[in-house]
């Protein structure tokens, strides 16, 4: 048994319909399922949600509830960007989506000169141009301003789930800008896994990297992971899955890993809302 709560669908930037990964999931053998799609943000931003197909895709999700009653638990999330002064989980069009809970994420760290805001999964050179025109060239910059956001965010405006929380690490394939293992990076992820552990928010073990090919490990590390562990914050793996076939992609090898670092239960969502289950065995 095992349950994917983080995935998006053709309503933002994934492929297919939700009818599609519903049908996948059953097939797989999830035992529940939720929608988490981009949330509208209300500024120019590419990949999300429109604010006018909010109401659809409450719809859809309604009507495959139904359609699929007994045999998988379906559920209605957003990941909803933590943009200061622009949104967060309780902006009004979120607060209205009626929502089972809230996946957060900081996917938008600054501005560029021109006003775009600039999100550090842009692909090079933007993601280049972005450190050196808003943060004169120092990547260390940028990746403790977008820790400082994510502790803003659990500070302020809580979601559920903190969405893979070193995604920050995605364009520095060979540690191209920083290494992990500086004092200054380590130091922004102590400080981070202390303000979601003193939030109460459950942290996402993302799956993304390992089934595209991006990284060898989980958003986050699986060293941040086990730091999450000790602190006794509650971890539930996602793929983030953007694709049917990915639905759980990598789950096998980051449950092993969990396993080996020794934790014994992962944090799902059911009827009466979030409980722990112990880790699941899948291959
Ligand atoms: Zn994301
Ligand atoms: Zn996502």
Known sequence: MTTNHHAHTRFSDGIGEPLDYVREAVQQGVSAYTFSDHAPIPLAAAGCMLMEDLADYSSVIAGLQREYAGRIQLY???????????????????????????????????????????????????????????????????VERYYGLVREMVATHPPDIVAHLDRIKKRNVGEAYWSEREPWYERAVEETLEAIQGAGCILEVNTRGLYLGEWEDTYPSGWIVERALRRGIRLQVNSDAHRPEHITGGFAKTYAALQQIGAGEVWIYGSHGFRPIPLPEWD
């Open 76 to 142: 209605k999330s957003l990941e909803v960007d933590y943009i200061p002064g622009v949104m967060n989980v309780n902006s009004p069009h979120i607060r209205a989506a009626g929502l089972d809970f809230t996946v957060g994420a900081v996917h938008y760290v600054d501005y560029l000169p021109d006003g775009t805001p600039w999100s550090f999964q842009r692909p090079e050179p933007v993601f280049a141009e972005g450190i050196r025109t808003i943060f004169g060239g120092d990547a260390r910059r940028m």
